[in-house]
């Protein structure tokens, strides 16, 4: 009886455990914190569109807040135990919650008042912790699929339901540190001809 209780409480902790965004977005593991900056840029001029404070606890966001390009603040979140709570300025408390599921997947849901359910993904991960592919089942049911070159994000394909080609967004490095996280991304679509750059401040343990 013993041995099924601790077997069934293990499965309900696997399953509520969250990836490591670290791992999933090819970040060391020693990062404590980090100001996540997106530009557009148009004709060689970048304007800021949104900045981001995170806040990370073994590899997972403990923390973050987002803000606008006049500093209005657009989204908090905060991990829970069991579910993440995003917080918003206009609109009601929504409930992240995540699930393991078999071959490397993640279920991540959002819910308002924790029952109805606004958006759902399942995440696949390759083995070295990766995003392989993120598939949208609740809304655009699009699916974008992650590319990669000498271990770094090179390119990320959208596609429809149907599998037809919706955007594809090529990657660029432009600056790492010597940990090896990348400071500064170009992030450029095909199809819609535009161009972001992302740029990142860590600060480690």
């Not at 293990?10 to 399953?15: C, G, W």
């Not at 403990?62 to 500093?71: A, E, L, P, V, Y």
Request: glycine share 2%; charged share 30%.
């Amino acid at each position: 009886m013993r041995i099924l209780c601790f077997l069934l409480l293990l499965f309900t902790l696997q399953s509520c455990a969250t990836k490591k965004h670290t791992e999933a977005h090819l970040l060391p593991d020693g990062i404590k914190s980090a100001t996540e900056e997106t530009f557009i840029v148009k004709n060689n001029q970048k304007k800021l569109l949104q900045k981001k404070e995170i806040v990370f606890k073994n590899g997972r966001i403990k923390h973050s807040k987002t803000f606008d390009s006049s500093g209005n603040l657009l989204q908090e979140t905060n991990k829970k135990m069991w579910f993440t709570e995003e917080l918003y300025p206009n609109k009601e408390t929504l409930y992240r919650k995540t699930r393991w599921k078999p071959n490397r997947r993640e279920r991540i849901s959002t819910y308002l008042k924790k029952q109805d359910k606004k958006s759902e993904s399942i995440y696949h991960y390759n083995k070295d912790g990766s995003i392989n592919k993120i598939v949208d089942n609740f809304s655009t049911f699009q699916t974008q699929h992650f590319y990669y070159t000498d271990n770094e994000l090179s390119k990320i394909e959208i596609t429809s339901k149907e599998g037809k080609v919706v955007d594809e967004v090529s990657i660029e490095c432009k600056e790492k540190d010597s940990q090896g996280t990348c400071l500064k991304q170009i992030r450029t679509s095909t199809k819609k001809a535009t161009k972001e750059e992302i740029t990142i401040t860590p600060i480690y343990d």
